[in-house]
C-alpha cells in the first residue's frame, strides 16, 4: 500500500471512529465559546472606555465652571486613564482580569489612587476565565490524551496489533499517520474559530499567524507525548492514568509549586501597604509643622524654594505639597514592589520553560498585550500623567500666576 493511498485509508477510517468526530465537534464549541465570550469582554470593554470618556469630559467642564482658583480646580476635577484592549485580546484576557485597566485620578497622591482596585468577579478569581489561552493551555492536552492514548492498546487487546503492523508501510508509521491525523483535526477544531475571530476583530496577520503557529508546536509537543506512551506494552487504562499524572504535573503541579518557590525567593510589599504608608503620611501631615512637608518638597522641586505659607489657615499650595510628600514617604515601596512583579515575572518565565501550558498561556498573553510587562507599561504611562497634571498645576499653586479659567483648556490629556 502506497503512503497516500494509506493515508486515505486511515482518513476514512477516522471519520468513522465515533470518538474523533466528538471529541472534534466537543473542541469546535468549546473554542467558539472561549473566542466569543472573549469578544463579548472586549467589546463590553471598549464600550465601558467610550462611555467614560464622554463622561469625563463633561463632568470636568461642568467643574471648572464652579470654581475660583487653582486649588479648587485641581482638587473637584477628576481625570480618566484607561489601557484599551487590544485586537488579540479576546483570546487571552491574561492581566487585564486582575488588575486595574482604567484608572479615575485627581491632584491627590497617587499611590492612593493607582493601587485602589475594581471590585472584580469573586467567581472568575476562583477559577480563572475560560478564555482560547485556557483551552489550548489546558483542556487540548487532555483531549489529545482521551484520543490517542489508546491507539496500540485497543488493538493489541482486539488482536489485530500484529495484522496493522504487518500491512503498514512501515512498522511506525500506521501510528504516526494515526495520531497526527486526529491531532489535525483538533487542531483545525481549535484555531478555525480563532482566525474568524482575529479577522473579525481587525488582528494583524502576523499576530495570527504567531498564534497558531505557538498553538501548532504545542499539539505537535503532546501528540508526541502521547504517541510515547501509547507505545508502552501495557493496558490501556495504565497508560491513560500515566497520561494523566504527567498533566497534572506539567499543568497544576508544577506552576502552582514554581509560584510557590517564586513567592520566597522575591518578597515583595503589596498594593495595600503601599496606600496605607501614603495615606499615613498623609493624615499626619494635617498636625504637622509646615516645615516638616515643604523642606521634602522643596528637595523634590526647587523651583518652588520661595513658596511660604505662614501656618495659619489653610492653604492649597501647602495642601498639595503634602500630597506630593505622601508620594514620596511611600515612593520605596512603590518601586520596590514595581520592581518585584518585575523579578517575578521574569522568574515565571523561566519556570514556564518547564511547564508547557503554563508557557503557552503566557506566550499567548505576550500577543494579546495583557501580560505583566503591559500592566507595568500602563501603570508607567499613568504616573506620568500625573506628573503632568502637577507640573501645570505648581505655578499656579506655589507662583503669583492669576487664576484663568481659559487655561483649563490646555490641561494635559491622558493618551492611551
Not at 466537543?26 to 472573549?38: D, N
Not at 499567524?209 to 493496558?235: E, H, P
Request: aromatic share 12%; charged share 20%.
Amino acid at each position: 500500500m502506497s503512503n497516500f493511498n494509506a493515508l486515505k485509508h486511515e482518513t476514512r477510517f477516522m471519520l468513522r471512529d465515533r470518538a474523533f468526530v466528538v471529541w472534534t465537534l466537543v473542541v469546535l464549541g468549546f473554542s467558539s465559546f472561549a473566542v466569543w465570550s472573549g469578544m463579548a469582554e472586549v467589546r463590553q470593554q471598549r464600550e465601558s472606555i467610550a462611555f467614560l470618556v464622554n463622561a469625563d469630559q463633561q463632568d470636568r467642564l461642568a467643574e471648572f465652571t464652579k470654581q475660583s482658583d487653582w486649588g479648587s480646580a485641581a482638587y473637584y476635577s477628576f481625570h480618566l486613564t484607561y489601557d484599551p484592549p487590544s485586537d488579540f485580546a479576546f483570546a487571552a484576557m491574561g492581566q487585564r482580569d486582575a488588575s486595574s485597566w482604567k484608572h479615575r485620578l485627581r491632584m491627590l497622591a497617587l499611590e492612593g489612587q493607582i493601587y485602589e482596585h475594581d471590585p472584580g468577579n469573586p467567581e472568575l478569581a476562583l477559577i480563572g476565565r475560560f478564555d482560547f489561552a485556557f483551552l489550548s493551555g489546558f483542556v487540548l492536552p487532555l483531549i489529545l490524551i482521551f484520543l490517542l492514548h489508546d491507539m496500540q492498546a485497543s488493538e493489541r487487546s482486539a488482536g489485530r496489533f500484529n495484522l496493522l503492523v504487518a500491512a503498514a508501510v512501515s512498522g511506525g508509521s500506521l501510528w504516526w499517520r494515526r495520531a497526527f491525523l486526529r491531532s489535525g483535526g483538533i487542531l483545525v477544531a481549535s484555531i478555525a474559530p480563532l482566525l474568524i475571530a482575529g479577522v473579525l476583530s481587525g488582528t494583524t496577520f502576523s499576530t495570527l499567524i504567531g498564534a497558531v503557529a505557538l498553538v501548532v508546536a504545542y499539539i505537535l509537543f503532546w501528540t508526541l507525548v502521547c504517541l510515547w506512551f501509547a507505545s508502552w506494552k501495557r493496558s490501556a487504562p495504565v497508560i491513560l492514568a500515566s497520561l494523566i499524572g504527567v498533566w497534572v504535573l506539567l499543568s497544576t503541579i508544577m506552576p502552582a509549586g514554581s509560584r510557590a518557590i517564586i513567592d520566597v525567593m522575591v518578597p515583595i510589599p503589596t498594593g495595600a501597604e503601599i496606600l496605607m504608608t501614603q495615606r499615613e503620611a498623609v493624615n499626619d501631615a494635617w498636625d504637622l509643622p509646615v516645615e516638616d512637608t515643604m523642606e521634602p518638597f522643596t528637595e523634590r522641586h526647587p523651583e518652588w524654594t520661595g513658596y511660604t505659607h505662614t501656618g495659619e489657615g489653610f492653604d492649597w499650595g501647602w495642601y498639595y505639597a503634602f500630597q506630593q510628600v505622601g508620594d514620596q514617604t511611600a515612593e520605596q515601596l512603590s518601586q520596590a514592589y514595581t520592581a518585584g512583579r518585575v523579578e517575578r515575572d521574569r522568574l515565571a518565565g523561566l519556570f514556564a520553560i518547564a511547564a508547557p501550558p503554563a508557557l503557552l498561556e503566557r506566550l499567548l498573553q505576550n500577543l494579546a498585550g495583557t501580560d505583566m510587562g503591559s500592566v507595568l507599561a500602563y501603570e508607567g504611562r499613568v504616573r506620568d500623567f500625573h506628573a503632568e497634571l502637577r507640573s501645570f498645576h505648581y505655578p499656579g499653586l506655589f507662583g503669583d500666576a492669576p487664576f484663568d479659567p481659559g487655561r483649563l483648556a490646555d490641561l494635559p490629556q491622558f493618551s492611551p
